[in-house]
């Protein structure tokens, strides 16, 4: 019996160190979504936390603000300047993330539009 526990707490051990690894070298793709990339953040929180990681909203903030796109700079950087990130919840920060996310949609479907008018004019 406890040569067998020993080697499930190795094992989980070792998953929990690649969950870490994973965690830590996530990225938001291209063209991924916040709400895929919010899910894929907090799936990987989740399982850190079932393997006995203690992980804190946080920390899952920083991280999510630290691996945005390069088109999400400077909504980044207003979250960073007008909040304070230490109590910062994940649910309050993915929803002002989404309400720029389409915003910035609902801005380039208008030049899109704008873009065919001229060209078919």
Not at 22 to 45: C, G, H, P, Q, V
Not at 67 to 81: D, G
């Amino acid at each position: 019996m406890r040569r067998k526990y020993q080697g499930s707490t190795k094992v989980k051990r070792a998953q929990l160190q690649a969950l870490r690894r994973e965690f830590k070298i996530l990225t938001m793709k291209d063209n991924e979504s916040l709400s895929d990339y919010f899910s894929r953040t907090l799936t990987i929180a989740n399982k850190m936390t079932s393997h006995g990681e203690t992980m804190n909203q946080i920390k899952v903030a920083e991280n999510v603000l630290r691996s945005m796109t390069s088109k999400f700079n400077y909504v980044v950087c207003s979250i960073e300047e007008s909040n304070d990130v230490t109590t910062l919840t994940i649910d309050e920060l993915q929803s002002s993330l989404l309400v720029h996310e389409q915003r910035m949609k609902t801005t380039q479907d208008k030049h899109e539009e704008q873009a065919l008018k001229v060209s078919y004019g």
